[in-house]
């Protein structure tokens, strides 16, 4: 079972900036899909950026060239800089996790594709609201 706990959301100014941070615990997730995803009220959960076996990095056209998603494999931890916060980047963040098969966690790909159910580990969430 791996655990994903959110951090670093809050309240912030247009303009302004966020890193998140999501930590696992309970299994090196070397090699797993990761992602960001976000939920506003009364809309569909959407996918931010996912991060693949190998590193690759694949961002929505939403937030390319504003968001940057890294991951430190040796602290387990995944994290979103959020630059140029704008008011509809509102939401409930989440990040998720799965860890596909072994071609996958060795060679990468199939990450942003993967639908969000396919994601077997989800954090609780952390709000950003941005201010106009």
């Known amino acids: 079972q791996v655990l994903l706990v959110e951090s670093g959301g809050g309240s912030v100014q247009a303009g302004g900036s966020l890193r998140l941070s999501c930590a696992a615990s309970?299994?090196?997730?070397?090699?797993?899909?990761m992602g960001w995803f976000r939920q506003a009220p009364g809309k569909e959960r959407e996918r931010v950026a996912t991060i693949d076996g190998v590193g690759s990095i694949t961002s929505s056209f939403a937030v390319e060239g504003r968001f940057t998603t890294s991951k430190d494999n040796a602290k387990n931890i995944l994290y979103l800089q959020m630059n140029s916060l704008k008011p509809e980047d509102s939401a409930t963040y989440y990040c998720?996790?799965?860890?596909?098969?072994?071609?996958?966690?060795?060679?990468?790909?199939?990450?942003?594709?993967?639908?969000?159910?396919?994601?077997?580990?989800w954090g609780q969430g952390t709000q950003v609201t941005v201010s106009s």
């Open positions: 309970g299994y090196d997730t070397s090699g797993y899909c």
């Open positions: 998720a996790a799965d860890a596909g098969n072994s071609f996958e966690r060795r060679f990468g790909g199939n990450c942003w594709s993967r639908r969000a159910t396919d994601f077997a580990y």
